[in-house]
T-cell receptor, first 112, second 113 residues
């Protein structure tokens, strides 16, 4: 079967660094995506990993270990606007394009 | 800018009604997707389409059907709405590459009474 696990909630302080973990057990793997979703809004793309290692994009970085079925999203220099839900999604598609299975999301609250 | 639009932000329907949710994208994307999002369950894929007139079942297709007669439009149909289909419905579209991100519409909050 397929299982994607993320912590339900996290709290961090403005200016700090936070790491959001995602573990997965899936029947296939073609890549892993992270999305951000603010309350009442649509998810927006943050990052994509298909090879092991770290992908850096400004304040956000994402790491993947395929052998361990593990990824994390690292957010640096936290800002209040980073308060949102962070969704981990694994592509298990076999046809053209990706077919994503999402975790239930991690609600991040950034405090002063 | 990619734009994915959905026909309604809020919809209230009665049990047994036939419900159409429309999604239109303006980027000539090959792929389109329908998800529902529920608290504690996250986003779950209902149906997707990689091409016009083509559809594939996602993880929870029961009680739903879809139609894609034109490339830019993907419709989700609830043949006979039930209360357990009360949910937030999100449409998305993407290019055809494996690493291509999905762009989401604003969502339709459907309530079935």
């Amino acid at each position: 079967g397929q299982n994607i696990d993320q912590p339900t909630e996290m709290t961090a302080t403005e200016g700090a660094i936070v790491q959001i973990n995602c573990t997965y057990q899936t029947s296939g793997f073609n890549g892993l995506f992270w999305y951000q979703q603010h309350a009442g809004e649509a998810p927006t793309f943050l990052s994509y990993n298909v090879l092991d290692g770290l992908e850096e994009k400004g304040r956000f970085s994402s790491f993947l270990s395929r052998s361990k079925g593990y990824s994390y999203l690292l957010l640096k220099e936290l800002q209040m606007k980073d308060s949102a839900s962070y969704l981990c999604a694994v592509d298990m598609g076999t046809g053209g394009g990706n077919k994503l299975t999402f975790g239930t999301g991690t609600q991040l609250k950034v405090e002063l | 800018d990619v734009k994915v639009t959905q026909s309604s932000r809020y919809l209230v329907k009665r049990t047994g009604e036939k419900v159409f949710l429309e999604c239109v994208q303006d980027m000539d994307h090959e792929n389109m997707f329908w998800y529902r999002q529920d608290p504690g369950l996250g986003l779950r894929l209902i149906y997707f389409s990689y091409d016009v007139k083509m559809k594939e079942k996602g993880d929870i297709p029961e009680g739903y059907s879809v139609s894609r007669e034109k490339k830019e439009r993907f419709s989700l149909i609830l043949e006979s709405a039930s209360t357990n289909q009360t949910s937030m419905y999100l449409c998305a579209s993407s290019w055809s590459g494996r690493r291509d991100e999905q762009y989401f519409g604003p969502g339709t909050r459907l309530t079935v009474t």
